[in-house]
């Protein structure tokens, strides 16, 4: 069974941390780009971050870059967003995303996506 499982959200104060974990299980890790988007109520989705576990490049939104860092541990089938210096205007749900290509993670466009996790929420208190 092809399977995507995130954790790692939570509550937490303006200016604390949080890392995401995203688990992959059914599937080669390998093969895909790995991403993460988020989603706050009543807004559109929002791209986050990719990281092509071929070579390991990364892309940032504007909107984290410097705060958020992602990384994977292939062993694992893991991808990590470490989330730094969080703001309530980070708050949202948080989807890991498997796809071809970054470009498509940053659609966040569903019908690009491989597969996609269930998400996990991300509440930041000023």
């Known amino acids: 069974e092809v399977q995507l499982v995130e954790s790692g959200g939570g509550l937490v104060q303006a200016g604390g941390s949080l890392r995401l974990s995203c688990t992959a299980s059914?599937?080669?890790?390998?093969?895909?780009?790995w991403g993460w988007f988020r989603q706050a109520p009543g807004k559109e989705r929002e791209e986050v971050s990719c990281?092509?576990?071929?070579?390991?490049?990364?892309y940032y939104t504007d909107s984290v870059k410097g705060r958020f860092t992602i990384s994977s541990d292939n062993a694992k089938n893991t991808v990590y967003l470490q989330m730094n210096s969080l703001k309530p205007e980070d708050t949202a749900v948080y989807y890991c995303?498997?796809?071809?290509?970054?470009?498509?993670?940053?659609?966040?466009?569903?019908?690009?996506?491989?597969?996609w996790g269930q998400g996990t929420q991300v509440t930041v208190s000023s």
């Open positions: 990281i092509e576990i071929s070579d390991g490049s990364r």
């Open positions: 995303v498997a796809a071809s290509l970054c470009a498509a993670v940053l659609s966040v466009d569903h019908r690009f996506f491989a597969v």
């Open positions: 059914g599937f080669t890790f390998d093969d895909y780009t």
